[in-house]
Antibody, heavy 120, light 106 residues
Framework: EVQLVESGGALVQPGGSLRLSCAAS????????MGWVRQAPGKGLEWVSVISGFGGETLYADSVKGRFTISRDNSKNTLYLQLSSLRAEDTAVYYC??????????????WGQGTLVIVS | EVVLTQSPATLSLSPGERATLSCRAS??????LAWYQQRPGQAPRLLIYDASNRATGIPDRFSGSGSGTDFTLTISSLEPEDFAVYYC????????FGQGTKVEIK
């Protein structure tokens, strides 16, 4: 059974930093690209970042580019998201998800339960 | 960047009724579209990928259709656990979500 467990969410002041972690199990972690998606309170889903299976390629939403850094440790089956220069608008539940590639696209298949970041 | 517009924002229906949700893309996305369900207090769940393929374990009362710019998610007969928010999603240079449709109990 695929499990994704996020941790690291906290209350942090504007301008502060935080590192989120996502521990993965139940699948061959290193094969799959992984991503982060966030959801502000009462709002919809917003894609944040994706990293390739071996970490060589990363993509970021414009809203976080230059402030957030995605990384992974395949020896620990763990995904990370380093958040810096945090703003109030970064307040959200942050979900990690593994990807599901098809012939035409890449989707988010399994999701963790999320970790809450509050910037205030 | 592709913009996804979902309608209606809220759909009020009774258990057993048919639900029809729409997602319109600002430009053609072929069949590269997914649907996710998010129940209150839970993480999203992949329902449909490539516009019409059910993800593993998804009941056959859920179906997706469409291509190009117009897509539909249909729930043939609503079960109590189907009252939730539904999002469409497309990936081009980035991953884009629609704003969601809430299916609520009438």
């Amino acid at each position: 059974e695929v499990q994704l467990v996020e941790s690291g969410g906290a209350l942090v002041q504007p301008g502060g930093s935080l590192r989120l972690s996502c521990a993965a199990s139940g699948f061959t972690f290193s094969i799959y690209a992984m991503g982060w998606v966030r959801q502000a309170p009462g709002k919809g889903l917003e894609w944040v970042s994706v990293i390739s299976g071996f970490g060589g390629e990363t993509l970021y939403a414009d809203s976080v580019k230059g402030r957030f850094t995605i990384s992974r440790d395949n020896s620990k089956n763990t995904l990370y998201l380093q958040l810096s220069s945090l703003r109030a608008e970064d307040t959200a539940v942050y979900y990690c998800a593994n990807t599901f590639p098809t012939t035409s696209s890449v989707y988010f298949q399994h999701w963790g339960q999320g970790t809450l970041v509050i910037v205030s | 960047e592709v913009v996804l517009t979902q309608s209606p924002a809220t759909l009020s229906l009774s258990p057993g009724e048919r639900a029809t949700l729409s997602c319109r893309a600002s430009q053609s996305v072929g069949s590269s579209l997914a649907w996710y369900q998010q129940r209150p207090g839970q993480a999203p769940r992949l329902l449909i990928y490539d516009a019409s393929n059910r993800a593993t374990g998804i009941p056959d009362r859920f179906s997706g259709s469409g291509s190009g710019t117009d897509f539909t998610l249909t729930i043939s007969s609503l079960e109590p656990e189907d009252f939730a928010v539904y999002y469409c999603q497309h990936r081009s240079n980035s991953w884009t979500f629609g704003q969601g449709t809430k299916v609520e109990i009438k």
